[in-house]
């Protein structure tokens, strides 16, 4: 069986941080295995927390726009990883103690200037979920609902890069076609493209 031997933090960072583990495969062969996560210090980690679903570290807003719920909002923004932009959903962390929902509502004010109401839905939907698993212990819960409002910058930080878009679905087909695009973000605007189904239809299943 793979087991943990023992944990090493090498930085200590407010956001993200990254630890080293020494680790054992399942044969008993030891070696080192790197790992980022949201984490402060070790007792924070998944592997050491006992909350079951995980509290989530973010959330990501899959939000449509619009009298006839007939446009999606995303945001294009650059990212240091790339070196480029790149399509997402609006998305953010959940500040300690804060509902996930109402982190939803503030991100969402904050990036794009536009107010957000929250779906309520069952709870598998929302429940938080694995971004990289083989690289970080970063979960995130999707929150569904509508956004109105006029689009503004005004609440950027200075270290946010992006551009608010209101995508129809001719827009999404361009997008998904020509643009870098965040996967989890990816697979939600494939199923947007089903012309005349309710977007979120699945939601009442």
Request: glycine share 6%; proline share 4%.
């Amino acid at each position: 069986m793979s087991r943990l031997r023992k944990l090493h933090q090498k930085t200590n960072t407010p956001y993200l941080n990254y630890y080293e583990m020494e680790v054992e495969d399942r044969k008993g062969n030891a070696f080192s295995y790197y790992m980022a996560s949201r984490a402060k210090k070790p007792e924070d980690l998944k592997m050491n927390t006992l909350e079951r679903p995980d509290r989530p570290d973010g959330v990501t807003i899959y939000s449509l726009y619009g009298e006839k719920r007939d446009r999606v909002v995303l945001v294009r923004q650059y990212r240091y990883t790339l070196g480029d932009y790149i399509y997402e959903f609006p998305a953010g962390l959940v500040e300690p103690g804060e509902d996930f929902r109402k982190a939803a509502v503030r991100e969402m004010k904050e990036e794009t200037g536009l107010a957000f109401t929250p779906r309520n839905v069952d709870e598998m939907y929302e429940k938080p979920f694995y971004t990289t698993i083989g690289m970080t212990d970063e979960c995130c819960s999707m929150v569904f609902g509508e956004a109105t409002g006029t689009v503004s910058r005004d609440g950027l930080e200075d270290t946010e890069d992006l551009d608010v878009v209101l995508a129809d679905r001719a827009e999404i087909r361009r997008i998904l076609r020509e643009e870098r695009v965040a996967v989890m973000c990816a697979y939600m605007l494939m199923h947007f493209l089903q012309e005349g189904a309710d977007p979120f239809g699945f939601l009442e299943t």
